[in-house]
Structures are given as C-alpha cells and as structure tokens.
C-alpha cells in the first residue's frame, strides 16, 4: 500500500501527522496553562493540591505527545530536526528544562522530606507553563517569519546570530503568536478545572479569570492572524524549487485550500464558543468545543504553512536556504517503513481516550486528595 506512493505523497502524508500531533499538543497545553493559576486560584494549600492533581491525571500526555512530535518530525523530516534544533539550540534547551522541571515537580512535590518543599516545585510548574508555551508559540511563528539560519553544500547549518533561537522571542509577529498560545493555554486550563472541579471557590475564581484570559487571547491571536493574512510569505517554485517572496501568501494558501478555510472557520468558531458557553452560561462543557476548536486551528495553521508550494521553515537570512516538504524529508524506503509503523496510531489514540475517560469518571475533590494519590 505505502510502496505503491509517490514521494511527495508520502512527504505530504508525514506532514499532515506531524501537524495533527503538533495541534494535539496545544490542545494539551491546558496543563501549563491551568499549572499558572496554582497561586491565584489555589489561594489554600488544599486548594493548590486540588489544581495539581486534576493536572497531574494528564500531564503525562502533553509530555509524550511533545515527545512524539519531536520524534515523528527527526524520522520524517530530519533535514528540519538538524537545523532547527542544532541551530536554535538555546530557545530548544529552555523549552526542554521547562519540561523537565515539569517531570520531576509532577513526581517529587509530595515526597516525605523531599529538599525543596511543596512550595518550590509548585513555582516549577508556573514557569513550565508560562515558559514552556510562549516559547513554544515563538518557536512556531518562525514557521512564518522565518529564522536566521544558512545551509552549505553539505547542509551543515550555520546560524546568524548568537542567540541562537532566542532572537525570534524579539520579533513583535513571534511574540504575538507566543502570547496568543499563552493565553490560549490558560484559557483551556480555566475550563478544564471548570469541567473536573468539585471545589466551589476554585470554581468561582475560575469562571471570574476565564473572561480577564479570554479578551487578550482574543486580542493576540485577531492580530496574528490578520498580520498573517497581510505579510510577504515564502513560496517555492515547484519546477525549480527556488523560494521568493510572494505577497499575501498566506491569505492565497487558505483561500486555495478551502478545506482548510473550512477548518480554520470552524476551530475559531467552536473556541469562541467554547468560551462563550463558559462565560454566558457558566457551563462545564466549554472545554469540549475550545478543545477540538484549538486542533482544527492549529491544524490549519500548519497546512498553511507547509502545503501549496510553501517553504515550512524558511531561512530570512539566506532565501534559498529555506526548508520545504520536498528538501527536508527522509527518503522514499523511510517514509513507507515508518508509515506501516503509523497505522497503530489509531490504537494509541483509542487507549487515550479510555484512560482520560477512566480518570475524569470523578471530579476531583477535598476528599479524593485525604483518600486517594496525591501529587
């Protein structure tokens, strides 16, 4: 079946996994975002431990997801993999501490006579949800405003700057888009608490930030995507493969891909929704519209910048160092031996959501925390 596609379809085929996991992955970035409300809605210790343990039931899937977006992409793309991580290396090595301080607060915060206390490792989750996903949004706005990076012959990479990754955190176009994935994740945690909490005053204080998160999300994401909809974009030439710079690019693509116009439409929609439901009616099912609304957005937005003769990594410092679909993927015998190992990916998926749906059977509460595992 996969011996029979042409490389290019197998490129595209990789690509459009890639982009799911990475728009799964920002799904799941309700835990950072909700792991920045552990003070300012957790005003008691038994509140705090409340917010990390409704947290902690699914940590574990945005770090394997963040994993398996990271290994997917090296085994797919590893032209991308080499240049991105070995070139912007200092903006991946905070991102990964972040991470891991995640890990190690998830599994040390409750241990007998542990060195830091309760208290440090609760501020280690803060910055892994405040560092983690601005710098992840950053990260993936240099899918459309470029990076500084050249390719020789031999595709060694060799970075402008000696910042190596970090100067993208100073680009106003980045920035919008780190703050917009920000106050996204926050705005999923708020409704994810709403939706597992059995805790009065933490959900009163829940639905009281849900509207001071939203309006900057709003505001962020209005102005990322109407910057992206107005600037120059990279296009290829797909008999030459030479990058330029085309007007508007961004607009084209989605008007050309109309199912992806489609989807982008509909995700806004359905996370509009899912925050009008939480804020009009104070309702708990928000998150089961901004959820799959976050997936179609960031799925489109992936598409966008891939798909339609588009350079997905393109270099603003040598042009026609820019990485497409079709100079940056693995070869024909790697992409088919890796897409036989993809169709388990169903199964995975179908475990995912028996084991969120075993442990999100109870909401958690005062009493679960005396009774039951604590992190």
Not at 156 to 180: K, M, Q, Y
Request: no cysteine; proline share 2%; net charge neutral.
């Amino acid at each position: 079946m996969f011996g029979n596609l042409s490389i290019l379809e197998l490129q595209q085929y990789w690509f459009v996994i890639i982009s799911l996991l990475g728009a799964i992955l920002v799904f799941l970035f309700f835990v950072q975002g909700g792991q920045t409300f552990i003070f300012r809605i957790g005003q008691s210790e038994t509140e705090r431990t409340i917010i990390v343990n409704t947290l902690g039931r699914k940590w574990e899937f945005t770090f394997t997801t963040l994993v398996t977006f990271g290994g997917a992409f090296f085994a797919s793309f590893p032209l991308f993999y080499a240049t991105s991580f070995g070139g912007a290396y200092w903006v991946w090595m905070v991102i990964l501490f972040a991470f891991v301080i995640q890990a190690v607060s998830y599994e040390f915060r409750t241990k007998a006579s542990n060195l830091l206390g309760k208290k440090t490792y609760e501020w280690f989750l803060f910055i892994n949800g405040l560092v983690g996903t601005f710098l992840v949004g950053v990260a993936v706005a240099t899918f459309f405003s470029g990076a500084r990076f050249s390719l020789n012959d031999m595709n060694s990479v060799r970075w402008a700057t000696e910042a190596h990754g970090l100067e993208a955190a100073l680009d106003p176009f980045n920035l919008a888009l780190g703050l917009t994935v920000f106050f996204l994740a926050r705005v999923l945690g708020l409704l994810y608490f709403m939706k597992t909490i059995d805790n009065e005053n933490i959900i009163t204080r829940a639905k009281k930030a849900l509207l001071y998160n939203a309006v900057p999300f709003v505001v962020f994401f209005l102005l990322f995507a109407v910057w992206l909809m107005l600037r120059e974009g990279y296009a290829v030439n797909p008999v030459s493969g030479e990058v330029f710079m085309e007007p508007y690019k961004y607009l084209h693509n989605l008007l050309e891909m109309r199912a992806v116009l489609v989807m982008f439409l509909a995700g806004v929609l359905a996370v509009l929704g899912g925050i009008a439901t939480g804020l009009i009616r104070g309702r708990t099912n928000g998150i089961w519209l901004t959820g799959p609304g976050t997936i179609l957005v960031v799925f489109s937005l992936f598409m966008l910048a891939g798909f339609n003769n588009t350079a997905f990594y393109p270099s603003a410092y040598d042009l026609q160092s820019s990485l497409t679909i079709g100079n940056a993927s693995s070869s024909h015998y790697t992409l088919v031996a890796m897409s036989w190992v993809s169709l388990i990916v169903p199964v995975v998926l179908v475990y995912i959501i028996f084991a969120w749906t075993a442990l999100n059977r109870k909401k958690v509460d005062e009493k679960e925390m005396e009774e039951g595992h604590v992190y």
